[in-house]
């Protein structure tokens, strides 16, 4: 099967590292694993934190990249991929607490491929509303944002949530799906085109990194890190929340400690999703009409540019790529009719 693959580490070259060819198909490791035909997968930042050699070993290469895919088992049947690889009962009834749970590409090989093998109990029926692209968005980005704001942050519809770096997969979902649960979103980014588009997709407001907002909100979503953690921290009001699932541009800054005692802020850690919030997130979407933000589809064989438009930040929401079967017209793809192939920048 053709596949996308991390071959060696590299830090601060990770295309260095990514290989596009050919690979064995996948084995199924044991019982109650299932193949699934991969229709599209979503990119991540994972996926270039893999390459960098963070969160994985160069023991575990090469691996096939990718943790998010929708697609086919092998009854035919349309599914979405749950990336988590883990034992709710050791979890204490969550496979994100699992302390051996990982992601598809970290242990096991993931889903830029034609061929995924994965657990039968982390596939969740696609809801035909839904195309194959939009799916294939849901497992990762989406299903963070959606327990970072429905389940991690305590904050009830109608309160302020303010949203840090408005491009990134995750952030652009946090807009979309805070704005449908009824928040009032407010959003940062550092692309003046970026932060109007945050407002056309249903931000209330959005502003420059740092900017002084017209009061304090109730919740930070926090993916940024470093660059925006000290205004995260200063833009809350007393008693507000952050809750942090990435730290894309580093993760130690100033920890700001006397500013969280002082005003009694709670800093709370937030790490994808179970399978039943994704099987929830999936008609979440259903119910509401909102649709994954995608910045573009490429075809599996170019994923190289999608990888290099997300390292230089050039992306406003998700980079989806397509799998295409023989005699496929790679200009519109099965699936792919509501969103065309746009070509690499
Ligand atoms: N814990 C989890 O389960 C989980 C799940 C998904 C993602 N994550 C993490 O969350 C982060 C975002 O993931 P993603 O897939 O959404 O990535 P992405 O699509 O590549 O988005 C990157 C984001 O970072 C912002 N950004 C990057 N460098 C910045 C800087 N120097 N200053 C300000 N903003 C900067 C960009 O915002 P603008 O360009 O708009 O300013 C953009 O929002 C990653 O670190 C990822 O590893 C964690």
Known sequence: MFAVTAARIDVDDPLAGLVLGERPDPELPGDGWATVQVKAASLNHHDVWTLRGVGISADRLPIVLGCDAAGLDGDGNEVIVHSVIGDPDAGGGDET???????????????????????????????????????????????????????????????????????????????????????????????????????????DQAFPPGARLPERVDVVMETVGQATWAHSVRSLRPGGRIVISGATSGDAPSAELTRIFFTQLTVTGSTMGTRDQLARLARFCEQTGVRPVIDRVLPLDQARDGFAAMIAGDLFGKIVLAVLARGDDPRNPPGCASRPLRSPP
Not at 145 to 165: C, H, I, N, W
Not at 173 to 180: E, F, M, N, P, S
């Open 97 to 203: 607490l699992d302390p051996r749970r990982s992601l598809l590409s970290e242990r096991y090989d993931g889903t830029f491929a034609g061929l995924v093998a994965v657990p039968r109990r982390n596939l969740v029926p696609k809801p035909a509303a839904l195309s194959f692209p939009e799916a294939a968005c849901l497992p990762t980005a989406y299903l963070t944002a959606y327990r970072m704001l429905f389940d991690k942050s305590g904050a009830e519809p109608g309160a302020t949530v303010l949203v840090q770096g408005a491009g990134g997969g995750v952030a652009t979902a946090l807009i979309v799906l805070g704005r449908a649960a009824g928040y009032r979103v407010w959003a940062t980014s550092r692309s003046e085109e970026k932060r109007e588009h945050a407002v056309e997709l249903g931000a």
